[in-house]
């Protein structure tokens, strides 16, 4: 139900876009954002939105990375600049409903290397 793309190579200092499209008959949704999992590392917090539009992102993105939203289109986006070797990661999006429900995306990967 929810539909990632944007990932792949890009070199040390170049940007990249993710797009995490969730289907209609999700359920209401309270926020969106972004996780990540490096090698060897425990999935963290990048950035999310809330359904009114409040933003919070991990301190190693702020100023590089920012998260937006399209209502009408229920996606999602993170735009990456200034990327750096650290960011290498795999990126999932996250949906949290007004339930408590939750949703994953598949994720997908980021690397970053010259």
């Known amino acids: 139900q929810l539909v990632e793309s944007g990932g792949g190579l890009v070199q040390p200092g170049g940007s990249l876009r993710l797009s995490c499209a969730a289907s209609r008959n999700i359920f209401a949704i309270y926020a969106m954002g972004w996780y990540r999992q490096g090698p060897g590392k425990q999935r963290e917090l990048v950035a999310t939105?809330?359904?009114?539009?409040?933003?919070n992102y991990a301190d190693s993105v702020k100023g590089r990375f920012t998260i937006s939203k399209d209502n009408a289109k229920n996606t999602v986006y993170l735009q990456m600049n200034s990327l750096k070797p650290e960011d290498t990661a795999v990126y999932y999006c996250?949906?949290?409903?007004?339930?408590?429900?939750?949703?994953w995306g598949q994720g997908t990967q980021v690397t970053v290397s010259s």
């Open positions: 996250n949906v949290v409903g007004y339930s408590g429900d939750v949703k």
């Open positions: 939105i809330t359904s009114g539009g409040s933003t």
